[in-house]
């Protein structure tokens, strides 16, 4: 089984604090993905990751950024948290088996207050 | 560009009745993938099934069915005699083909109430 790990389920940080979040997998899978979720927006993608050091902005990519030194730790960084940055984030990993078809397998999430 | 719309919000049903979950796409693209996943109150999204926009067939796992109709852009989710544990919210995405990216619907909460 596939298994994506999130480091943090829930974060309270302040404004202007940078705040990490880390994503592992424990397979050898070459795409990694962070997503951001919202009520009534559905999944948004912030960033993904098709090897390391390799990155390509999603959709929605102000005021974060992200680093992948190794291939199973993707991290994605806020420099300087706002209120507006207060969601659930959903890290995912696409298997080289499934490199085709692209169905993703996702962790748990983190749940990141920004006070 | 590509667009997924999932026009119910909230659903919520009596356990033992069957509930369809709406899924409208759009896409130019002629080779497609389509995805449903279910998120229960744990949070991590489930991925249930895949299908390619070459192959219109509906499919059936137990309780669940897909009706796949290129026609009308639609991909709809059917539970038959729902059951608490249905409760989740589903998402239904799009990915074309040679794309990095799933794009997502807005989701459905359902609540199954027994």
């Known amino acids: 089984d596939v298994k994506v790990t999130q480091s943090s389920r829930y974060l309270v940080k302040r404004t202007g604090e940078k705040v990490f979040l880390e994503c592992v997998q424990d397979?050898?899978?070459?795409?990694m993905f962070w997503y951001r979720q919202d009520p009534g927006l559905g999944l948004r993608l912030i960033y993904f990751s098709y090897d390391v050091k390799m990155k390509e902005k999603g959709d929605i990519p102000e005021g974060y950024s992200v680093s992948r030194e190794k291939k199973e730790r993707f991290s994605l960084i806020l420099e300087s948290a706002s209120t507006n940055q207060t969601s659930m984030y959903l890290c995912a990993i696409r298997g080289t088996e499934n490199r085709h078809t692209g169905e993703l397998f996702f962790g748990e999430g983190s749940r990141l207050t920004v006070l | 560009a590509q667009k997924v719309t999932q026009a119910q919000t909230e659903i919520s049903v009596v356990e033992k009745e069957d509930v369809t979950l709406d899924c409208v796409y759009e896409?130019?693209?002629?080779?497609?993938?389509l995805f449903w996943y279910k998120q229960p109150p744990s949070g991590e999204l489930v991925f249930l099934i895949r299908r390619n926009s070459f192959d219109e067939q509906n499919e059936i796992s137990g309780r669940y069915s897909w009706n796949f109709q290129k026609s009308t852009s639609s991909f709809n989710f059917t539970i038959t005699a729902s059951q608490v544990v249905d409760s989740a919210v589903y998402f239904c995405a799009l990915r074309s083909k040679g794309a990095q990216k799933l794009v997502f619907g807005q989701g459905t909460r359902l609540t199954i109430n027994p």
């Open positions: 397979m050898d899978h070459e795409n």
């Open positions: 896409t130019r693209d002629t080779t497609y993938y």
